[in-house]
Nanobody
């Protein structure tokens, strides 16, 4: 019913920047929130940043101050801008969305993930 398509991952040098994008398409009545999680090998996914449909945001302490998240409601697309990247930011990044598909019905969706590698 809803698909999340991520883009923007790749290899970046320490201190560099990148922007991840996640576009939601399909049966979308409204967006409650969209978020980015990341997963290190052998670990559970952890929240990186989250934005609600009304623009409220929260960030993991590890990225606070060097990341921004924004939501283009017209395009149903969330962007995560990450700056001053560190090798410890290397992980698989996953888009997450809580979407209302009809009045009174919302579902949570996940993207397939995009790899971010921070290395010289």
């Amino acid at each position: 019913q809803v698909q999340l398509v991520e883009s923007g991952g790749g290899l970046v040098q320490p201190g560099g920047s990148l922007r991840l994008s996640c576009a939601a398409s399909g049966r979308i009545f409204s967006i409650y929130h969209m978020a980015w999680y990341r997963q290190f090998p052998g670990k559970q996914r952890e929240l990186v940043a989250r934005i609600t449909g009304t623009g409220s945001t929260n960030f993991a302490e590890s990225v606070k101050g060097r990341s921004t998240i924004s939501l283009d409601n017209a395009k149903n697309t969330v962007y995560l801008q990450m700056n001053s990247l560190k090798p410890e930011d290397t992980a698989a990044y996953y888009c997450n969305a809580d979407i209302q598909i009809q009045p009174g019905v919302s579902l949570v969706y996940w993207g397939q993930g995009t790899q971010v590698t921070v290395s010289s």
